[in-house]
């Protein structure tokens, strides 16, 4: 039964999420691609485009929008699809909310503790590492093109790469400018 | 998002106070989740118990869901248009080069060192090549800083 699955998956996303939105756009693709198959590669990477270019936390817009097309690539209606992302999006906050509720207190007292810094110090070296891995699992033919399909397409995919890349690390233009400006390349190259 | 929350919270409506804020975005940072969301159910309790948490969180994320369901259901309907799939070839390799490269901007803030970057490149070649969940390197993780801060602790009483 989907539901329950994506009830339990998203859960569980929410819980393990250290690190902020890009932190949990990788456990989101491992688990709902490379786990499930709810979607492709190329579906999920459009769908963190579009959650970037949309207001609101990006971890709450690939949520929903994860769980709507999670329910209808699995043959439902659009209304169950809103509806699976509802859930998907209620799911993912819910455990944190509910530590919140319990433990914030407890976790004002002990802030400075430093066996608790030790821990978050860690799961942040790692969870940089999570995101490396994120990145690197979306570079493949379904995202870039391949040489044998296209040649145009795989030369032009690195060349945006690189200049988003560059642009992003070195003049912190916004990702929203950056996805409109590859969105027209897209729209002048391959549909003129 | 943090200047648009302090600016609403703390000097027009004045319900937290400056150092309360603070606290409160340290408390999200630390608790699992999305950071927004911890913050909105933060600030609900501390002002309104638990029927405000629920009332600034559903207040924080409705209009976002809102918006994205309309979105997914239009796109949907295109899918296949030749338009947006020319247009998404364009932007989804910009989509990998944004999510790579915060990845060097946290490696800067995670203090990373020659003793430890070994955390990072372990973790992404288990879940890139070996296929490992991250939910498990995220345990580990969450362990092995455990066990370290507790042989920092005893060592610290030692000497």
């Known amino acids: 039964m989907i539901f ?6 998203f859960c569980k996303i929410g819980l393990f999420n ?19 198959g709810w979607m492709t590669m190329a579906e999920f990477t459009d769908i963190v485009a579009t959650s970037q270019i949309t207001p609101g936390p990006i971890g709450i817009n690939v949520a929903t929008y994860a769980g709507y097309t999670a329910v209808v690539n699995a043959g439902y209606d659009p209304f169950w699809g809103v509806a699976g992302a ?6 993912v906050i819910l455990l ?11 976790l004002l007292d002990h802030k400075d503790n430093p066996i608790l810094k030790s821990v978050l110090s860690v799961l942040k070296l790692a969870v940089t590492g999570l995101i490396a891995a994120a990145a690197a699992l979306l570079v493949n033919s379904e995202t870039f093109g391949s040489y ?9 995919s690195i060349g945006l790469f690189v200049s988003a890349f560059i642009a992003s690390l070195r003049w912190k233009v916004s990702p929203i400018l950056q996805i409109v400006i590859a969105g027209a390349v897209g729209f002048l190259v391959y549909y003129l | 998002m943090i200047p648009l929350m302090e600016k609403e919270l703390v000097d027009r409506h004045g319900w937290i106070t400056s ?11 630390t608790m699992p989740g999305i950071f ?6 933060h600030i609900g309790w501390k002002l309104r118990g638990v029927p405000g948490a629920v009332a600034s969180v559903l207040g924080n994320i409705l209009m976002p869901i809102i918006i994205i369901i309309a979105l997914a259901a239009g ?5 296949g248009n030749a338009l947006v799939e020319a247009i998404f070839k364009g932007v989804r390799p910009v989509v990998v080069a944004l999510i790579a490269a915060p990845v060097f901007r946290m490696a800067k803030t995670a203090n990373i060192s020659r003793y430890n970057f070994w955390i990072p490149v372990v973790a992404a070649l288990l879940v890139w090549l070996l296929g490992v969940s991250p939910i498990w390197v995220i345990l580990v993780a969450a362990v092995g800083g455990f066990v370290y801060g507790k042989y920092l602790e005893k060592k610290e009483v030692q000497s």
């Open chain 1, 86 to 91: 509802f859930l998907a999006s209620f799911s």
């Open chain 1, 18 to 36: 250290f690190g902020g939105g890009y932190a949990m756009i990788a456990l989101i693709q491992n688990e709902v691609v490379e786990k499930q």
């Open chain 2, 36 to 41: 927004a969301a911890n913050m909105a159910a």
């Open chain 1, 148 to 156: 044998a399909e296209s040649p145009l397409q795989l030369f032009l």
């Open chain 2, 19 to 29: 150092e309360e804020f603070m606290e409160i975005i340290t408390l999200s940072q």
């Open chain 1, 96 to 106: 944190p909310f509910i530590l919140i509720l319990l433990i914030s207190k407890y």
């Open chain 2, 75 to 79: 796109l949907r309907q295109l899918q």
């Open chain 1, 4 to 9: 329950w699955k994506l009830f339990y998956t």
